[in-house]
Structure formats: structure tokens, C-alpha cells
């Protein structure tokens, strides 16, 4: 195994997209097999070692940080050991944890099949998307990787291994048991607190009855470490429409996107949204250093997608714009692409802003002060006007995109100094606790990390996250995996 101390590849594992400092470790290690890993975890879980596993660094909750201990990057896990076509359609795919997203949406395209459940940065580790229970633009129709995974390879803490299919371990009510590969027992009691019923990415997903396979999903690698991901594809869509549709009023976009979810109307019933993107005016603005022909009175935007075969494209196009006419926009302001290639050029701006975000606060050296919260479709609109006005009143710089579809928006503020810095950080808890309040989530896809503690015991309370602690020690009891991670390590003592 290689194990690396220099402090120049040690640095590089102190940062991701959070903009989190401070961050230390002893050095950093590199297994290329199970085994290796296997042994990396049992040789620090004896000594007491604190272990961060390592995805690609996209995160931004901090969750790859180290501080102490050791890093074990899962970069050299990165075999995509097979494609095999399903009988019924589709495919499975058996994938190591470094895999690459982009590298997965290239080969399963090759052979005629489709990853919908993707997160937008295509650098990330398919390792990463399960321990976040990441999901992208895709999710909308589809759904996240929670529901495109068929089973997973995860090590313990002591190296055990559970090999883990759908299906194969059910919870009765809240009581697990578990079997390793090598027939160790492990019987767990799971929390008891309900999860909010919108997308959500807080914590441990537990329920009753449910499969252990999704226990391990958006862990944040404090229960286990997943070294393989059995996932499931589609077969490739003939062709996917993109457009973006843009508004002089916000409130024109948000009933596009209501009829769009209801398929618009009877006679707009070719409508079949694969996602429903939102993009507001301060992140057009923002958008339009880079991309100039953005229209210079849009309050809005709208990029969507959808799948057809061939010969139906043109009665889909049909349908969008009447509908895109039916809620104020001119169709002389849509950008429609059919093409490989016009389709590139539309997402690449969709994909610019979180960059261009990510950039800006990098270079004023500011951590990421950007909300993950979701609500309840009918709290759509509120919850829009609540962010306005609140972030209005605050007098602060900021922007809003995101995934608008399953009202799930990424409200990015951006300070130009401490003093805004300090009052950006307080406008999110105002902006949590009301999101909360309404039945919604502070995290929808990027997970909890090292910066949103105080959010997580917002939504469950003290009580359910001391039932997160008993869980991880049941799995975990030198409680080496993940330290920070989801709730203080404070906790673990």
C-alpha cells in the first residue's frame, strides 16, 4: 500500500469545496485492494487512530477535512468491473468507490445505457455520491443514487466486511441484524425519529423495516467505509431535449414549473420532465460576466430536459412552448438544443455557476455560505419569498439556483468581508430554522460534514442525534471513522 507523509500531497487533502482551513493528519494512504483497506482499518482501530476517508474533494460540507489522525483516500479503488445487461432492460454496474462519475457516464453511454441520478461536478467519486446520497438534476424524474443502488461492499471500523444486496437484511420495525463475510452477528437498534418527507440528505436514513443497504447510503463514512457499489442503469434515451426558458418575473418561473410537474395541461400532455432547474436573477447576473448572451431582462430562468424517441421531438418542443407562452416568456428568449453538441453548451452553464460561486469565495477566502434546504412542494413559493426578503433585509450579496423540480434551492451567499461573512452565517440558521419548521431539510444532497452540526440537532433534536451516536458506536466502537463528521466528535467520548 502506498503511504504518503509529504507535506505537499498531505495539503492537497486539506481542502475541498467547502473552503474549510485548518485542517491536519500524520499522512495519507493509498490501498489499491479491499484487503489493503481492510488492513489499514484494523491497524488504526487497534492504536485508536482517527481515520477521514477521502473521496475526490468535491464536497462541500467539509466532510474530507482531516483534523488528526489519518486520511485513506479510495482513489486507486477505481475499477468499473463490469457492465451486464439486465434481461427485462437496463443494465447493472459493478464499480470500486474511486471510480470517477464521469468516467461511469462515459463507458455506460458507450454501451448503450444511462446514469440519471449523477450529481452536477462529474470529477467526483461514485464512492463520494453514495456516502452523501448525492443526486443531481436527474433526480427529479428518477430519483437519487439511493434508488439506483443494488447493493454495496462496506468495511467496519475492524475490518469485517458486509456484503450488502436489496433485499437481503430488512429491519423489523427499528432492529437490524447484520451478518459479515466472515459470520460475525451484529444486531443494531436503529434511531427512532421520522425523517422529513421531502429529499433529504441529514443524517442516517433509518425507518422501519427498511433494507441495511440504505443505512451505509449518506453515511458520511462514520459507519463504514464502501469499497464497491453494485448500481443499477437504464438504457439510453434516444435523444434528450434541453432548453432554457427565461422570465421577467420570478413568479412567472415558479408557475412554469408547477404546470410543468403537472404536465402542463391537457393539451400539453407530451410534457415529461426529466429535471427542472432554477436559476435567479442575481445568478444570471452573476452568470453573465462569463456568458454574455444571457437576455439583460431576465428575472429568471428555467433550464429543463427531457428524453424522446425519434419523430416526437418536434410535438415535445410544441407543448414546451405553449407552455413557456402560457406563462409570460417569448420564445424568441428560449434556447432549445437537440444536438450532442448544443446540448453541451447549454449545460456547461448551468454547470459554470457553482464553479464561478466556488471561485469567488476561494479567492476572498471565505468558507461556502450555501444552503442545501428543501420543502415541501406546496412551500415552494413561500419559502422563495422568505429567502428574498430576509436576505434583502440582511443587505447581502447572494444568488439562488438549484434544484427547483423537488423545491430543493441552493441559496449561495456571498460577503465581501468579515462583518458579512459573520451575518451570512446567521441569516442561514434563520433561513434553517424556517425551512424546518415548514417539514423541510437543511441538506437535500451534500450531507451534513463538519459544518452543519448545529443544523442536524435543529432538525432532530438533541435526542435523535444522541440516537445517531449509540448507532455509530454499535458499528464503529473505538469510534475512529469520520470524526467531525455529521455531529461533534465531542459526543463520541
Known amino acids: 500500500m502506498l503511504i504518503k507523509n509529504d507535506p ?57 477535512i482531516p483534523f488528526g489522525g489519518k486520511v485513506i483516500s479510495l482513489a486507486k479503488l477505481n475499477r468499473i468491473k463490469y457492465i451486464k445487461p439486465l434481461k427485462n432492460g437496463g443494465a447493472e454496474t459493478l464499480v470500486g468507490a474511486g471510480v470517477v462519475l464521469e468516467d461511469l ?17 462529474k470529477t467526483s467519486f461514485i464512492g463520494g455520491n453514495a456516502a452523501t446520497s448525492a443526486s443531481g438534476a436527474g433526480s427529479f424524474k428518477y430519483g437519487t443514487i439511493r434508488d439506483f443502488v443494488l447493493g454495496l461492499r462496506v468495511l467496519l471500523a475492524d475490518g469485517e466486511i458486509l456484503e450488502l444486496e436489496r433485499g437481503k ?6 432492529q437490524l441484524k447484520l451478518a459479515t463475510v466472515s459470520g460475525k452477528t451484529i444486531t443494531l437498534k436503529l434511531p427512532e425519529y421520522v425523517m422529513p418527507k421531502v429529499k433529504n440528505a441529514s443524517g442516517y436514513y433509518v425507518k422501519d423495516d427498511m433494507d441495511a443497504v440504505d443505512l451505509f447510503i449518506g453515511g458520511e463514512g462514520t459507519l463504514g467505509v464502501i469499497s464497491e457499489i453494485k448500481l443499477r442503469l437504464l438504457n439510453k434515451p434516444e435523444g434528450i431535449l434541453a432548453c432554457y426558458a427565461f422570465f421577467s418575473d420570478e413568479k412567472d418561473a415558479v408557475e412554469f414549473v408547477y404546470n410543468a410537474k ?43 430536459e427531457q428524453e424522446f424517441s425519434n419523430g416526437t421531438e418536434s410535438g415535445i418542443i410544441d407543448s414546451w412552448v405553449a407552455l413557456i407562452t402560457k406563462c409570460h416568456s417569448e420564445p424568441a428568449n428560449t434556447w432549445f438544443a437537440q444536438t450532442a453538441k448544443d ?12 464553479d464561478m460561486v466556488n471561485e469567488y469565495l476561494k479567492k476572498n477566502n471565505f468558507s461556502k455560505v450555501g444552503t442545501d434546504i428543501a420543502v415541501e412542494c406546496k412551500d415552494l413559493s413561500l419559502m422563495l419569498g422568505y429567502y428574498n426578503s430576509t436576505l434583502t433585509e440582511a443587505n447581502l450579496s447572494y444568488l439562488i439556483f438549484g434544484h427547483i423540480g423537488e423545491s430543493h434551492m441552493h441559496v449561495n451567499i456571498l460577503p465581501k468581508d468579515e462583518a458579512e461573512h459573520k451575518r451570512a452565517t446567521e441569516v442561514y440558521e ?21 459544518t ?25 466502537p473505538y469510534s475512529i471513522l469520520g470524526l467531525d463528521n455529521l455531529f461533534p466528535k465531542e459526543l463520541l467520548i
Open 8 to 64: 505537499d500531497i498531505i495539503n492537497s487533502f486539506l481542502e475541498d469545496y467547502s473552503n474549510i482551513k485548518g485542517g491536519f493528519c500524520d499522512e495519507v494512504m493509498f490501498p489499491e485492494t479491499e484487503e489493503e483497506l481492510s488492513s489499514a482499518l484494523v491497524d488504526c482501530s487497534k492504536a485508536g487512530i482517527p481515520v477521514t476517508i477521502s473521496g475526490a474533494g468535491t464536497g462541500v460540507t467539509g466532510g474530507r
Open 105 to 121: 457516464l462515459g463507458l455506460a453511454q458507450s454501451k448503450g445505457f444511462f446514469y440519471p441520478p449523477g450529481p452536477t461536478e
Open 169 to 174: 437484511y430488512i429491519a423489523k420495525k427499528r
Open 262 to 304: 403537472e404536465k402542463g395541461a391537457d393539451h400539453l400532455n407530451a410534457i415529461d420532465a426529466l429535471s427542472l432547474e432554477y436559476m435567479d436573477r442575481h445568478a444570471l447576473e452573476f452568470l453573465s460576466r462569463k456568458h454574455k448572451n444571457i437576455p439583460p431582462n431576465a428575472k429568471a430562468a428555467v433550464y429543463f
Open 343 to 354: 446540448k453541451e453548451k447549454l449545460a456547461e452553464i448551468r454547470h459554470d455557476l457553482p
Open 430 to 450: 434563520i433561513l434553517v430554522k424556517k425551512a424546518i419548521s415548514l417539514g423541510g431539510t437543511p441538506s437535500a444532497e451534500h450531507g451534513i460534514g463538519k
Open 452 to 476: 452543519k452540526h448545529k443544523y442536524l440537532e435543529m432538525l432532530y433534536g438533541e435526542e435523535g442525534v444522541s440516537e445517531m451516536v449509540r448507532l455509530k458506536k454499535q458499528l464503529d
